[in-house]
Structure formats: C-alpha cells, structure tokens
C-alpha cells in the first residue's frame, strides 16, 4: 500500500511540475496552448498541495500543542521540586521551639507541628510530634544546619519530604 501511496505522490508532483511550467509559459505567452487544457489538472493540483498545507499546518498545530502540555509538565515537576518540606521528629517541646525558632527565619516559608499516636501501617503507638518546616528545596542544606544548630541534637529522626 506504501508503495502505491508513493506511486500515485509522485505523479501528482509530476503533474504539478508540468501545470506550473505550462501556466508560466502561458502567463508569458511563450507557448500557444490555451489555458483551458490544463484548467482541470490546474484545479486538481491546486486542491491537493492546498489539502496537504492544511493537513501540515494541522500536524503542526497538534505537535507545538504536545510539546506545550509537555513544557507545562515540566514547569509543574519544577514547580512541585521547588518547595519541600523537612519533617523533623523530636519532643513536644523542642518541636515547638524549632517551629517558633525557624519561622521567623527567611530562609524558612511556613512551619507546622503535627502529633498522632499511630503508625502507618493504621496500628496505634506512643505518641509522636513532628515540625515540619516548608522551604525552597535549593536551600536545604543551610535549613538542616539551623536545625541541627538550634536542637543540640535532641532529635530522632529529619527527612525530606
């Protein structure tokens, strides 16, 4: 099928060839066929190479918006990988003195403290706190320090989130 596709392409190229050499010599008046043998292979061509613009501009049109939804893809992941969140685990105490410590810090967005007694697998458990501090993901390591610095190692666990 391919092959006849191809086949039958080139002969419309090659007809298209020949009516625009012929309408050129006709518009100049350097030949004496008249216009009106070549008006229906004229009409023809100019239908298809116009069938096939469209076709390629649509082609086109549908790839630059593929290529839009994948740029917004991106700048979402980015978006999303811009801001994280450092968890910490610690006392009640020192969870609320790091939250009032760091949120006054402008490396720092927002603080929060969160406690339960449960783990993640639904079963319940002593009781935990936590502080999570939201920040700009590139200044990590500066937020791990003030942590560190301000909890005298009086915390049980800090992970990114």
Same mark, same amino acid.
């Given at each position: 099928?391919?092959?006849?596709?191809?086949?039958?392409?080139?002969?419309?190229?090659?007809?298209?060839? =020949?009516?625009?050499? /012929?309408?050129?010599?006709?518009?100049?008046?350097?030949?004496?066929?008249?216009?009106?043998?070549?008006?229906?292979?004229?009409?023809?061509?100019?239908?298809?190479?116009?069938?096939?613009?469209?076709?390629?501009?649509?082609?086109?049109?549908?790839?630059?918006?593929?290529?839009?939804?994948?740029?917004?893809?991106?700048?979402?992941?980015?978006?999303?990988?811009?801001? $994280?969140?450092?968890?910490?685990?610690?006392?009640?105490?020192?969870? $609320?003195?790091?939250?009032?410590?760091?949120?006054?810090?402008?490396?720092?967005?927002?603080?929060?403290?969160?406690?339960?007694?449960?783990?993640?697998?639904?079963?319940?458990?002593?009781?935990?706190? /936590?502080?999570?501090?939201?920040?700009? =993901?590139?200044?990590?390591?500066?937020?791990?320090?003030?942590?560190?610095? =301000?909890?005298?190692?009086?915390?049980?666990?800090? =992970?990114?989130?």
């Amino acid at each position: 099928m391919k092959i006849i596709k191809a086949i039958l392409w080139a002969l419309v190229y090659l007809m298209g060839f =020949y009516v625009v050499i /012929t309408s050129v010599l006709i518009v100049f008046g350097w030949t004496d066929t008249p216009f009106s043998e070549i008006r229906i292979p004229f009409f023809i061509i100019l239908a298809l190479f116009i069938f096939k613009a469209i076709r390629i501009s649509r082609e086109k049109d549908i790839l630059d918006n593929d290529q839009e939804t994948d740029s917004n893809k991106e700048s979402k992941n980015k978006t999303e990988k811009s801001h $994280s969140t450092l968890i910490v685990t610690a006392s009640e105490g020192m969870c $609320s003195f790091l939250a009032k410590k760091l949120n006054s810090n402008p490396l720092v967005i927002d603080t929060f403290e969160d406690s339960g007694f449960w783990y993640s697998n639904g079963e319940t458990g002593p009781e935990w706190f /936590t502080v999570h501090i939201e920040a700009k =993901y590139k200044n990590k390591d500066e937020i791990e320090k003030l942590v560190e610095e =301000y909890s005298d190692n009086k915390i049980s666990n800090m =992970y990114w989130s």
